[in-house]
């Protein structure tokens, strides 16, 4: 590859065109952290095949990348969003529709429509909806409950929860046999559906998985389930948006998995490692217990009592409780940002400015950032760490749904703490399991063998059986 010298220096592979590729699938997202002690901070340009990649390394540079303008990061939601859901060029081609005269593109305006609908009072109703509907699950278990693994007995229930959420009384995933499991099978395989043509034949699991759950969506959108009263806003807005640009109703289906996928993939797997944080720490454990003391009200109904959370108040009353939650999530993700260079532009750390041509794309690996020991030592500046924390990314892009995932993920957690005692099977305190790294494509770790294996016991908390647990949201402070 050609090299403008005030371009970031290159780093020339061992092999030429595809070394580095190679690097990025077997060893997935540690690759980066090999790199970033070969070369560390602040950029680099990686060759793949005759392209140019510039991994950025140093978080001053990645926060300048999130705010500028010529980094795109639409173009790689196209081609992912395209090659993930396997759909043909015609299906996709009202979700590529361009701005006109008088409107928007369609990405501008599901941007905008995504955005509001996971704000203000639509997310206040996704949030009470969520927990509530997780809540009967906790309040159908017995006096003591043990699922044969505690990872995925939260998985289920949670996924299901999610799609009740987003698709009401009507969610297409009722009427599946293993809803959860074919989504879950598609998710685990979502980059070698992207670079193998061949899926059909040797990812058999998840592309029948995806293909299930594409035509139950399909029935749902074709039925106009959409508009029912108790289908979350997010769904109604995005489908009216895709509709109004002239996709049809079972397309439609087609390209809605991708809002399953993004609310479930991230959250789920947080919501296990946050639970294994507290549950491995007995001090830690009692107080957070404490602080949620503070946030629930207690009804007396007749013997039985029912104990509400109050989601609004975790951020105020729960300091505790919520940086944990930030711990976790400094440690959990090893996302990979990734933006196209859509105009020649210059981004700079304060010091020296690199320029960045157009066509190239742009890698900023999460995890050298969160896991950069001088950064985290206590002594480190809030100022540098907050440069150096980004695991919702940035700028227009940044996750939008990470306050229903506050939501979601605390509200768990808190249920399982105050209301449950749960160790391991041999009466013991958990421990975390083994953290791998997340694969490319993935944000968020998922546990390994040892971690889904690992069941536990969850005995009602004395004083606290027979409570029914719910969660009335009031306005987030
Ligand atoms: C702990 C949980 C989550 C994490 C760590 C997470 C992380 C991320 C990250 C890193 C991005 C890319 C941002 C960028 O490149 O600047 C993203 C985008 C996105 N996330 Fe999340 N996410 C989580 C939960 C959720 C949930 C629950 C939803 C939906 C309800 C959601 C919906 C989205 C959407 C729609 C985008 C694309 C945004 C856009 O293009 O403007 N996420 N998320």
């Not at 040797?202 to 508009?227: C, E, I, M, T, W």
């Not at 890698?363 to 002594?379: C, D, F, G, R």
């Not at 990314?393 to 996750?399: A, D, P, R, S, T």
């Amino acid at each position: 590859v050609n090299l403008d010298p005030r371009e970031p220096p290159l780093v020339k592979p061992k092999m030429p065109y595809i070394w580095h590729l190679v690097g990025m699938i077997t060893e997935s997202t540690s690759y980066y952290d090999r790199m970033s002690k070969m070369y560390p901070p602040p950029i680099f340009t990686m060759p793949i095949f005759n392209s140019k990649t510039y991994i950025i390394q140093a978080p001053a540079l990645v926060q300048s990348a999130f705010r500028n303008k010529n980094l795109s990061f639409e173009p790689f939601m196209a081609e992912f969003a395209q090659r993930m859901l396997g759909v043909s060029n015609k299906t996709m081609a009202p979700s590529l529709t361009p701005a006109t005269e008088t409107r928007p593109s369609f990405m501008d305006e599901a941007h905008k429509v995504i955005h509001e609908s996971l704000n203000g009072p639509p997310l206040q109703k996704m949030n009470t909806d969520m927990l509530n509907t997780l809540s009967v699950s906790f309040n159908e278990l017995g006096d003591s409950f043990q699922p044969e693994s505690l990872f995925l007995w939260l998985r289920t229930m949670m996924t299901m929860a999610t799609a009740d959420t987003l698709f009401g009384t009507h969610n297409p995933l009722k009427d599946e046999p293993s809803p959860s499991d074919a989504l879950w099978d598609f998710e685990a395989k979502i980059i070698y559906l992207i670079v193998n043509p061949f899926a059909k034949y040797f990812l058999p699991n998840a592309y029948n998985g995806r293909a299930a759950l594409q035509s139950a969506l399909s029935k749902f959108y074709v039925a106009k389930h959409d508009s029912d009263p108790d289908v979350g806003t997010i769904m109604k807005a995005h489908a009216k948006s895709l509709r109004s640009y002239g996709m049809p109703d079972s397309d439609i289906g087609k390209i809605e998995l991708s809002i399953l996928q993004v609310s479930t993939t991230n959250a789920i797997p947080t919501t296990f490692w946050h639970l294994m944080f507290v549950l491995s720490d007995p001090a830690l454990t009692e107080l957070i217990r404490e602080e949620l003391l503070t946030v629930i009200t207690i009804n007396h109904k007749g013997v039985k009592r029912g104990v509400n959370f109050d989601i609004s108040k975790f951020a105020s009353h729960c300091p505790l409780f919520v940086s944990s939650y930030g711990e976790n999530i400094r440690l959990s993700n090893s996302a990979i940002g990734s933006r196209r260079v859509i105009q020649d532009t210059t981004i700079t750390d304060g010091k020296p400015t690199y320029l960045l041509r157009k066509g190239a794309n742009i890698q900023m690996p999460t995890s050298v950032a969160h896991y950069n020991t001088e950064i985290w030592a206590e002594k480190d500046s809030d100022r540098t760490q907050k440069k150096a924390y980004f695991p919702f990314g940035g700028g227009k892009h940044l996750c939008p749904g990470r306050n229903f995932a506050f939501a979601e993920i605390l509200g768990t957690v808190a249920i399982m703490v105050l209301g449950f005692e749960v160790r391991g099977v041999d009466g013991e305190v958990l421990k975390v399991p083994v953290m791998g790294r997340s694969g490319v494509g993935e944000g968020i770790a998922k546990p390994g063998e040892d971690g889904v294996k690992m069941s536990a016991v969850l005995k009602r908390r004395k004083g606290w059986e027979g409570v029914t647990w719910g969660f009335a949201v009031v306005d987030k402070e």
